[in-house]
């Protein structure tokens, strides 16, 4: 009995493993399909640039309406291929359980359909190709946008249509390669009610009234644009030819109702459009335009067609805003980031650029101040987020980015290096990054290699230390006036856990001493005449650093 009951317990113990066994493969296979899915959702949401691809030119032809949020499109997409493929992605948001996103109803070449599936956020398009060939492709889609084109009712009850992408939420109303480093030249058809106006990237090269009410704008850009300042602006507009820089038009848009108020603040653009050409090097665009709007941001850069937050036209903070976003239409739309993990290219140098324009204009004073007050700013946030200004960690949500790292750290780390290098060689290396990169797109070892060459110095220990890692001087100074001796006694300990190594600026008695730090500890001595009231450190505001000063006994 014992015998029969073992072979018994062993025969139901197979039994068991087989089935545990099998519902392992079961949970195996699912657990592996929900990875693949969470992959590739993942991977579209990352916006990985598309490596067989890189598109020449859009072609978007957009009808509008003002009876629903539904838009018809159609987009002829020239792309050259990097390699030979037998299909190929674009991004487009495809419509949701909401009802929100887009519905593609066909893809053809030359008038022939090409098949094509929708997935999540991108088109797969079954489509053969060779290496180094050129292939123009038509989408035609409709549906009511999920995000980038914002339609809304203004501050005066008025409906309003404004594109809005930045990061990559251009892909929510436009089939694209939604990511800065692939650009490519524009045109924007819109077809809308008669009673609007229409704004976007370039030159306005047609607008003809159609029946049934409806009016057809047409406008051109020539030059290379990343997705996410490609756009268009629809609304009841009135429009100021604020004057020419050079060859170059600036324009006011501006919902009738600000009229009076928005002409004038807006025309501050004719002081600042001149100043950065001298400074940096020419404007890569036909035109400016400076748009009230929809923006949920306070301004958004986009290419010749500035838009700014509703309220701006009466903001006390308008020349410093728009000072911001036009350096952007040097640095972030002509010369680009490769990638979102280098976007202080793009808002750090907007920052600084804003911080020279006022210093030239109301003196070097106002530069201290504003260097101050972003000082405390970047401090601050390495308190809530310890990451270096060059952050990869960000994958999918790149709006996190929009930080102080990015906008004042970066800003201050040009400030650093217009300190370090002087005046003509800083300059020289900014003008010359831009020439080589204006077009293109650019990371921050293609910055340094630039600035070395202009100053012939070798930089790479200050942006590893200032942009690759986390973190900022956390000093503590003390010091002792020896009155037998005639001196005083400076002890500086770099409190932090990475040392860096940098120029540190004292005042003692209203001479300015300059102290290269480098180790853990550093103690200096300087002769006086008599006790300091105080050690004043940094009185020029030259070092992102945290000081805690105190006098010894």
Known sequence: MKSVEVRGQKSEVRIILSRMINKISEIHKSVKSAVLM?????SAKAQVPFSSIDVQHYNFIIQLNDSNDTIKGQATIKIKFLKDVNAFQLNLVKTKSDGKGMLVSAVTEAGKNIAFAQDSDVVNINAIAKNNSLHSYTITYHGVPADGLIISKNKFGHRTFFGDNWPNRAHNWLPCADYPADKATVDFIVTAPDHYQVVANGLKTAETLLPNHLKLTHWKETAQLPTKVMVIGVADFTIDHTGNIGNI?????????????GFKSYAVAKEILPFYIKKIGPYAYEKLANVQSKTIFGGMENASAIFYFENSVSSKGIEELMAHEIAHQWFGDAASEKSFAHLWLSEGFATFMTNVYLENKYGADTLKKRLATDRKKVLKFEKNRFTPVVDTTVKTDFMPLLNANSYEKGSWVLHMLRRKLGEEAFWHGIRSYYAQYDGGDANTDDLRHVMEQ???????????QWLFTA????????WKYDATMGIIDVHIEQKQNTLFAFPLEVSVGGKLHTINIEDKNTAVQFPVTGKPSALIVDPNVNLLAHFEVTEGL
Request: net charge negative; aromatic share 16%.
């Open 249 to 261: 038009p600036v324009y006011t848009y501006v919902f009738p109702e600000s009229e009076a108020v």
């Open 471 to 478: 973190g900022n001087p956390q000093l503590g100074i003390t």
């Open 454 to 464: 202009a100053s012939e110095q070798n930089l790479e220990p200050f942006f590893k």
């Open 38 to 42: 969470l992959f590739c959702c993942l």
